[in-house]
């Protein structure tokens, strides 16, 4: 990717980075030994900021989240990048991690087995413990990677999305005898791969003290699981991990001159703010994702919207054709009338109903007319299970302090019903990362949900099946949201004749961010 970047933008980079890291005297403890040139300093945050302004990327802020950013270039092509930096002699560095999911799906008793057996990690029996536990990694991994790169691919999932990780590492402290050293910043890239679950090789424990923490390959890269704190780590040391050096995957030397006098330059600086990095913010909004069992995300999952009757040509096609039926159960059409016909009220009833739903269908051969007349009768749309929309928590409030959020007047209300016309109540939505717009309109009572105009079923299966990568009639649990490290939505408004935009993010409940809407 970065042979592929605009030398312009890549000037400009170079030249943010390096004036950082000119200042490094001014952030660095001080050494005891005034015989050495400490080493570049480069601050993680303002690196994905200055990478931002310089190649107009789109930096991501969600937990867990398998990349960091993602670039559009000139040419159509697409990259989701993973945005690194350590030191060209520091080892594994960490790039997943697994908190939640080890916890709810009990990793550690896999390691308590490999520690009990007390064979140093070593038996047969250890190893295929290790590739379970490896496995369940890369699947969540690649789940992860897969939604990210569908979030930059959009709507068109034939397009192709690369990925790669950009790497700045900064040289290390330097004796000052050695007249011809000085300090730098390589760069360097390597592929950024899903985990090749068939090509998984386990290499071993870390020690035969830590049997907790285990290597394995997939070919690609070499890859280490610490237990204790749940993290994937990854070797930068070559392309697959197995080199001599971080340096095997540089590909660019930046040399770094550090200011005379740091302090005397902050001290000098012109304390009056400019908008040369303007991002033309003016207001956002986060919300929580909450999951439903039968709307929002779920929306697709509930009963038809039209209450069947006797009279209704969708049951009276069941019931005839069920009649002809011989193979059928003896109470099939009995309960296919109960499901149909009767009231389920509570939420025990509704779980109920969806549980003879089930047994109903499962009774049919997939392909068969009376399969296809029930499933049309008794499902919002099993065909196209796609039908979703995007809720807004506690949404009358949020209307009542701001009805001109997402369109002007467009979440005014009258009790629980919004005051403007559908035309009123539509705005443009471009999706970050890949940009892609969409009509989209306000709905329900007290506005609660945001609705595709026109494409409901593309904008819902992108949805679904890409960023939650689930399969068909799969219900969105809050699982699969800790398995993506996605938990929210956040809205942007801007000056520039942009649209409102929307992103998938994480929200960490330690530290939340000060747009969130509760």
């Known amino acids: 990717m970065w042979n592929l970047l605009n030398q312009d933008n890549k000037n400009q980079y170079k030249l943010l980075m390096t004036n950082f890291a000119s200042l490094s005297e001014a952030f660095a403890q001080k050494s005891s030994d005034d015989n050495v040139i ?43 990048i993973g945005i690194k930096s350590f030191g060209v002699k520091s080892g594994f560095q960490k790039i997943a991690q697994f908190k939640k999911d080890s916890q709810q799906d009990e990793w550690g008793s896999i390691i308590e087995r490999i520690k009990k057996r007390d064979r140093k990690g070593s038996s047969d029996e250890d190893t295929r413990d290790y590739l379970e536990l490896a496995n369940k990694i890369a699947l969540i991994r690649n789940k992860r990677i897969s939604s990210s790169k569908s979030q930059l691919q959009g709507f068109d999932f034939d397009s192709e999305v690369e990925a790669v990780y950009h790497v700045l590492m900064p040289s290390g402290a330097i004796s000052k005898s050695k007249q011809n050293d000085e300090p730098y910043i390589m760069v360097g890239e390597t592929a950024y791969s899903s985990i090749d679950i068939n090509s998984l090789k386990i290499i071993g424990p870390t020690s ?43 590909i ?26 303007s991002d033309h913010v003016v207001q956002s909004v986060t919300f929580m ?6 709307s929002g995300f779920n929306a697709w999952y509930g009963a038809p919207k039209n209450k069947l009757t006797v009279e209704s040509v969708k049951y009276r096609q069941v019931v005839e054709q069920a009649k002809k039926c011989k193979k059928l159960p003896s109470d099939w059409l009995s309960i296919f009338k109960k499901v149909a016909l009767e009231d389920f009220k509570s939420n025990n009833d509704k779980i109920l109903r969806e549980q003879l739903r089930d047994y109903l269908i499962n009774c049919l051969a997939p392909n068969s007319e009376l399969f296809e007349y029930t499933t049309t009768a008794l499902w919002r749309n099993y065909k196209t299970p796609y039908e979703v ?27 629980k019903t919004l005051v403007s016309s559908k035309n009123n109540r539509t705005f443009t939505i471009e999706f970050l990362p890949s940009e892609e717009r969409m009509q ?51 809205f942007t408004k801007y000056d520039d004749n942009r649209p409102l935009s929307m992103k998938f993010t994480y929200v960490d409940s330690h530290n939340l961010p000060k747009d969130l809407w509760k």
């Not at 040399?255 to 600086?269: G, R, S, T």
């Open 38 to 80: 400490i080493a570049p300093i480069i601050n993680s945050k303002f690196q994905e900021v200055s990478f931002k302004k310089s190649f107009n990327a789109t930096i991501e802020d969600i937990g867990n989240s398998s990349y960091d950013a993602s670039v559009k270039l000139s040419d159509g092509s697409k990259y989701i």
């Open 208 to 250: 035969p003290n830590m049997l907790q923490n285990f290597q394995f390959t997939d070919g690609q890269h070499l890859y280490q699981y610490n237990s204790a704190d749940s993290q994937l780590l990854m070797s930068f040391k070559g392309h697959t991990g197995n080199g001599t050096s971080n340096e095997d995957i540089g």
């Open 252 to 277: 660019e030397k930046w040399p770094v001159n550090y200011v005379e006098d740091p302090f005397k330059l902050f001290a000098n600086l012109n304390s009056e703010a400019t908008n040369a990095l």
């Open 289 to 294: 994702i909450k999951i439903e069992r039968r």
């Open 389 to 415: 929309y995007i809720p807004i928590p506690n949404s009358k409030k949020f209307h009542d302090n701001y009805p001109d959020f997402f369109v002007e007047n467009g979440g005014l209300l009258n009790g």
């Open 440 to 490: 989209m309109f306000i709905n329900q009572d007290n506005g609660k949900a945001i609705q595709s105009l026109n494409s409901q079923f593309i904008f819902g299966k992108w949805v679904l099946k890409k960023v939650f990568q689930l399969k068909d009639r799969e219900l969105l649990t809050s699982d699969t949201l800790d398995d993506l490290g996605i938990n929210a939505i956040t």
